[in-house]
């Protein structure tokens, strides 16, 4: 039987991030919370243990790859399960971390893992983002904002930029070639503050998938009629 703990560990070194022990005892508790609360709850099709490592824990920690977390304030937008904010939160137990979702009983399971895995500075909310995004508690005060949900770019950069301040980073987590999303989205990432930096394509370690972080990075405020609602944003596209 396969060695998780030797899976993540050389997973996270080939990424860039090598883990402490402390972190690997508490993925190992993470999983474990994970694949039994998803018997009654839909969380993740991921059910094998091995591929919840690879598939989302290092997926989630190539984000390594492009920035430094340590001591960032860091927004996961429609975090779902935790990813990748979670995973980037044991990996940089020093970063202030918030995971957003608009469903409570997600944002209930995320609470009972941080609990169980006694972590600080990390905070579990329920909304919706185009409602937190215009709130000033939360609004163009995060170093790093990161998405690794499924849906277009310029959607996800309306919901996500109004959080970053000028200076930070919105990091997009994608699968497959993101060159032409990333094309569409242009005129929104430019009318909210952003400015596409790069794609840095990596493939998900002991796997054959490649996939990209999309890098932008926020040089201005975003204008105060951003976010819409997220009805206005799917009908009227910024283009």
């Given at each position: 039987m396969e060695n998780l703990d030797d899976l993540l560990r050389?997973?996270?070194?080939?990424?860039?991030?090598?883990?402490t022990d402390e972190a690997v005892s508490q993925f190992r508790v993470y999983a474990d919370l994970l694949l039994d609360a998803n018997r009654h709850m839909n969380?993740?099709?991921?059910?094998?243990?091995?591929?919840?490592y690879r598939r989302h824990f290092l997926d989630s920690l190539a984000l390594c790859r492009v920035t430094n977390f340590d001591g960032k304030r860091v927004i996961d937008v429609g975090t779902g399960a935790g990813f990748p904010g979670l995973p980037i939160k044991?990996?940089?137990?020093?970063?202030?971390?918030?995971?957003l979702d608009s469903l409570q009983k997600r944002v209930s399971f995320l609470e009972q893992v941080c609990g169980a895995l006694g972590l600080s500075g990390v905070t579990a909310l329920h909304s919706r983002a185009e409602e937190l995004g215009r709130?000033?508690?939360?609004?163009?005060?995060?170093?790093?904002?990161?998405s690794r949900a499924v849906a277009r770019l310029d959607l996800l950069a309306e919901l996500c930029l109004?959080?970053?301040?000028?200076?930070?980073?919105?990091?997009?987590?994608?699968?497959?070639n993101a060159e032409e999303e990333t094309l569409e989205a242009a005129p929104a990432i430019e009318a909210l503050g952003g400015r596409f930096d790069r794609t840095e394509r990596y493939q998900v370690p002991g796997t054959e998938a490649v996939r990209g972080i999309v890098i932008i990075k926020k040089i201005r405020a975003t204008p105060d009629t951003y976010p819409r609602r997220f009805a206005k944003m799917q009908k009227s596209p910024i283009r």
């Open positions: 050389s997973g996270a070194e080939t990424l860039g991030r090598p883990l969380l993740t099709a991921v059910t094998e243990p091995a591929e919840i044991l990996a940089w137990a020093d970063c202030d971390m918030t995971l709130e000033d508690a939360h609004r163009v005060v995060y170093d790093i904002a990161l109004p959080f970053v301040k000028p200076g930070g980073l919105f990091l997009a987590m994608k699968t497959g």
